[in-house]
């Protein structure tokens, strides 16, 4: 298991290239990216909703809370990524994914 710091270290790297990825795209799909104490919210007016993805230090993961449910990514040290343990998709890969949903439209992050 990660310790606090490396946790800190890679969820920071992750979160941060996860955000530059959403901000260059949002505009042209019509949402907003917004990082905030750590956290990265991702909102849609039409329809409206809200994604949000936060570190959870206590326990090593980041949390991704989005279309009603909740996703725990872990740090896989061999893809140095945070991976959804029952699919082994990267946090890039699941926020793809349901921004797709929500917008009706394929997006490539």
């Avoid at 946790?7 to 799909?29: G, M």
Wanted: some cysteine; proline content about 5%; charged content about 25%.
């Amino acid at each position: 298991m990660l310790d606090e710091q490396q946790f800190k270290k890679y969820c920071d790297q992750t979160l941060e290239s996860l955000n530059k990825a959403l901000s260059r795209v949002s505009d042209q799909l019509d949402f907003e990216a917004d990082m905030n104490n750590g956290a990265l919210s991702i909102e849609f007016e039409d329809p409206p909703a809200k994604f949000v993805v936060s570190p959870n230090t206590p326990v090593r993961q980041i949390w991704v809370s989005a279309h009603s449910r909740s996703f725990k990514l872990d740090w896989n040290e061999e893809k140095q990524s945070f991976l959804l343990p029952d699919t082994g998709q990267s946090l890039q890969e699941l926020i793809a994914e349901h921004i797709s949903q929500q917008i009706q439209q394929e997006v490539k992050l």
